[in-house]
């Protein structure tokens, strides 16, 4: 029998699932999904099994399953929560960013990680991308605007995504590039996403790069391009006050002079003419492919 110390409280147990006690007392009264070891007359306490029972629910509901089939897969279920299997039956990408978008609110870490672990072994980066990573933060995104909450739930996405767009960035033992592309988002510029999404699929394609990241200052930018000659830099800027053109009009002057590529909403058509815009991370992609000859 569990220990008082791995008991939880109704309260405690829909904190973790990010769903209301009433949630929880109708899931036991509708479907018998209650505390495994309530007794008549005491406060209703959770043990580690009816926890991952539960979660189990909350995550195959998320996924589109219906209530009573997924409380007859979690009364079924014994020992750990298997992500793999909830999503796997994923057919309409719409679908998809609906149930991360959920999962997302509920703060459902796990199930994110695996569906989109999932999504781009099947699909790739940049399809993974677009069609559902984009998809997914613009619905976030207007929600906080429209209400003026959830940044909690928009920062934790954005972290979770960035850890698994690294995971695909991993050690290219025979890279196609003699000498690695220049990624960076340029000034005061703290947001970085798209770069690690750029990485990720470069990465796909061989292409091994230098990710300076966040806030990267003019100083920083030249000193790595005199000393690695890069065959393409990336600059992004998410924000118009950190799009100044001296970020790429001062950069050393090397041979062969490396292609220069920008990225983001914040740059000025008019004030960039001289060097190439792009819109998307196909379009990136390509530009930087073409820089080392691909």
Known sequence: MATQEELLTVAAVARRLGVAPATLRTWDRRYGLG?????????????????????????????????????????????????????????????LVAALHKAAKGLDKKFIEAALRKDLAQHGV????????????????????????????EHLLTEVLKGILREQVEEIKKPVNARPVLLASVGEEVHSLALHALAAALAERKIETYFLGTRTPLEALCAVITRSAPPAVFLWAQLSKNANPKYFN?????????????????????????????GDLSEAVSEIEHAIGL
Request: one cysteine or more.
């Open 35 to 95: 505390p495994s070891a309530h007794e008549s007359g005491e406060h209703r306490r959770y043990c580690p099994a009816d926890l991952a029972r539960l979660t189990l629910m909350r995550r195959l509901i998320t996924s589109g399953v219906s209530p009573a089939d997924a409380a007859q897969q979690a009364l079924q279920h014994k020992g750990k929560v298997d992500l793999e299997t909830i999503v796997t039956e994923y057919v309409v990408r719409e679908e």
């Open 126 to 153: 940049q399809t993974s991308w677009s069609e559902v990573m984009v998809p997914l933060l613009v619905i976030v995104g207007n929600e906080w605007e429209a209400t003026g909450k959830g940044v909690e739930v």
């Open 250 to 278: 001062e950069i050393p002057s090397i041979r062969p002079m490396p292609r220069v590529v920008l990225g983001g909403p914040g740059w000025n058509h008019e004030q960039c003419k001289e060097v190439t815009m792009v």
